[in-house]
């Protein structure tokens, strides 16, 4: 199969209390390996989608069949989502710490916006810090597993860091509270990682 749920760079209970074990295990094993198993059920009968990579597909998600969209988006959203984090946080650095105080005007202005952002995302989706060749950065939600990678989101550019905000992120440890979600997740993600994207979109 073309296609692999890719291992935790950690253990399943390591971003603990910021996200609970059960969440992880069923999000990691169950609903991530759902959209690869689907991904790869669309792949085995098109021709046209086998040998390429989930990136070159995804930008062309316009011209896609919905269930190329939703789990090639879905695969490609949550391998980068494990990976946005690490156990215990870090502290933003380098050029990304730079580029996001002269455009937001401070950390805390930056995560308030992406904040609100993802509660304002209506239904299920996605929030994202997104970078420009120019090394603009800015805030941009989308829908179900669209991503900024994909034509048909306007304020598209390269993802630097990403949260899910579907239900099935947050739902045991906070309920309905998805802005709490939001404001705690800051504490596990992995600045060093955002920086190398960062660094890569420029
Ligand atoms: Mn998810």
Redesign the pocket.
Known sequence: MPFEVPPLRYDYGALAPTIDEQTMRL?HDK??QAYVDKLNEAVASDPSLQGRELTDILAKASSLPKVVRNNGG?HW??SF?WDSMTPGGSQPNGRLADAIISRFGSLDAMQNEFNTAGVGQFGSGWVWLVGGSGGDLRIVATPNQDNPLMDVVDDGGTPILGN?V?E??YYLTYNNRRADYLKAWWNVVDWGKADERFGAAR
């Open positions: 999000h609903h991530h879905g959203n949550h989502f899910d579907w099935h992120a």
